[in-house]
């Protein structure tokens, strides 16, 4: 465990990326460790990160896409099986459905030709007027703009730190928001219609805001904008990048 409390980025690329994981991160507390979102590289980075499942306590998801989701069955088949153990799942009631229905159930419904459910697997906990608890610390379920007729959300920790998920750009949702520190999703190589892109983020936001947001979710060509990313943003969030939480 932890002496003091670190949000960690275990992954920052996009989707496609071949040089980075997916976009996920941990909350590492005195008292245990918030995985947010599980996508199909998370075994692995958590892994780079001196990490296993066993030492998952939590999860929260953002949002039911591949790369935010997919290692969940992973995740469970190995803590049931392995680990004997159940993970706590904080979850928005609205992604419930599209969770499991749509995605889960398909590997994760039948076991031993018995029917199994989602708390089969995690404790799952459904969050109340988008606020929850971990490890001492408040947390805001945010929702964001993503893709169109699909939740999503990001999270605020304390009023310190501020993650968006996937996005695009939210000024109506973040310009009235109070943090220090902020990650958010943004496209650096093309325009796309579900991610903000960085000059997006410029037009959108205050020079101050930009200034403490860390560009994640990017493509392998990231090097292309280096040069107008630099000096107008607090940078590219990086794997294995570290912020103490007050």
Same mark, same amino acid.
């Given at each position: 465990?932890?002496?003091?409390?670190?949000?960690?980025?275990?992954?920052?690329?996009?989707?496609?990326?071949?040089?980075?994981?997916?976009?996920?991160?941990?909350?590492c507390c005195t008292s245990g460790n918030l995985l947010i979102d599980c996508g199909h590289t998370a075994?692995?980075? @958590?892994? %780079? &990160?001196?990490?296993?499942?066993?030492?998952?306590d939590a999860v929260y998801i953002t949002h039911v896409h591949g790369d935010h989701v997919f290692g969940l069955e992973r995740l469970a088949f190995e803590s049931r099986f392995k680990l004997n153990t159940r993970p706590k799942l904080f979850l928005e009631p609205e992604l419930?459905?599209? @969770?499991? %229905? &749509?995605t889960l159930k398909g590997s994760l419904g039948n076991i031993n030709g018995k029917s199994q459910v989602l708390a089969d697997y995690f404790d799952v906990q459904f969050i109340q007027d988008h606020k929850f608890s971990f490890g001492g610390h408040h947390i805001h379920s945010i929702p964001v703009d993503h893709a169109p007729d699909k939740s999503a959300f990001g999270i605020l920790i304390d009023n310190y730190l501020f993650y968006s998920g996937d996005t695009k750009a939210i000024p109506e949702v973040v310009n009235e928001l109070n943090f220090e520190i902020g990650f958010h999703d943004a496209s650096v190589a093309e325009i796309s219609p579900v991610h903000a892109h960085f000059e997006s983020l410029k037009s959108s936001y205050s020079v101050a805001t930009c200034k403490k947001l860390y560009l994640m979710s990017y493509e392998d060509d990231w090097r292309l904008a280096a040069k107008d990313i630099d000096g107008t943003f607090a940078g590219l969030a990086e794997q294995g990048q570290v912020v103490t939480l007050p």
């Open positions: 465990m932890q002496s003091v409390s670190q949000f960690k980025i275990i992954g920052c690329g996009n989707s496609e990326s071949l040089r980075h994981f997916n976009n996920n991160a941990l909350l075994k692995l980075a @958590l892994h %780079e &990160q001196g990490y296993g499942w066993a030492d998952i419930e459905n599209e @969770l499991w %229905e &749509q």
